[in-house]
């Protein structure tokens, strides 16, 4: 019973922090008093008299802070899973996007995209990240096995290639459109719109639910191959 109290804590441990994340923001003409006062003008009708516009304080809450609050709150949820996946496919504690050419040709794809207006962003950023992390596990890959030495080595091998693929792509394009590639990959959330919530929130949740069905193969696969060879799973496929 205790543990699933815990659990319980766990997971509504978000809802505070997102109430407490609405009274934060850039903006000083609305105030945490200020929400506070237009909470109490949503529930019982009235507040105080120092209350401003209530259509100012809703644009604030629900059109600013909220949708950027949900966003990054979608996004970490996704980093944490696409985290864990990765350490236990490559069996490596320390394994990450940087180190496995991930980012660069997420950043590439990016790149493209944003010098070629029809291309498609995410999408193509994702297709080459995908391939990027293709590369490096076939390339660390010797008989039917990877170690972590040589996946190491590979992946710094595809990061540096995309990574010079990208500088070239700096290059060649002009001024406007390169100071927004380096704005698009130092990445950021003040744009955070409802709109760029409702297009994140479906693939998010579909990865993550994907991955939290395949939790349990993912953590014999960490114990190594020939583990999960003794219990019917196929490490290759």
């Not at 019982?44 to 209350?51: I, P, R, T």
């Not at 996704?78 to 996946?85: C, E, N, Q, R």
Request: charged letters at 10%.
């Amino acid at each position: 019973m205790k543990f699933f109290r815990k659990e319980k804590i766990f997971y509504l441990a978000p809802f505070p922090l997102i109430l407490i994340s609405l009274l934060v923001g850039p903006s000083d003409q609305v105030t945490p008093s200020h929400v506070g006062q237009w909470v109490l003008l949503m529930i019982f009708g009235h507040a105080g008299n120092d209350l401003l516009d209530s259509q100012l304080i809703e644009a604030v809450v629900l059109q600013t802070r909220l949708p950027r609050v949900l966003l990054a709150f979608l996004v970490g949820a996704s980093l944490t899973a696409s985290g864990t996946t990765l350490q236990a496919l490559f069996r490596n504690p320390l394994v990450s996007p940087y180190i496995l050419g991930l980012s660069s040709g997420a950043a590439f794809g990016a790149a493209l995209a944003l010098v070629i207006p029809w291309l498609p962003l995410q999408p193509l950023a994702f297709l080459f990240g995908f391939l990027a992390v293709g590369l490096s596990y076939f390339l660390a890959l010797k008989n039917r096995e990877v170690s972590t030495v040589s996946l190491i080595l590979a992946g710094i091998i595809v990061s540096a290639i995309f990574t010079a693929l990208l500088t070239i792509v700096q290059f060649l394009t002009d001024p406007f459109k390169l100071q927004t590639i380096v704005h698009w990959t130092m990445g950021n959330l003040h744009n955070a719109s409802w709109a760029k919530v409702e297009s994140s929130v479906l693939p998010i949740l579909v990865g993550c639910v994907w991955l939290f069905i395949l939790r349990w193969r993912m953590n014999v696969l960490a114990l190594g191959e020939e583990e999960a060879r003794a219990v019917g799973l196929n490490p290759q496929r």
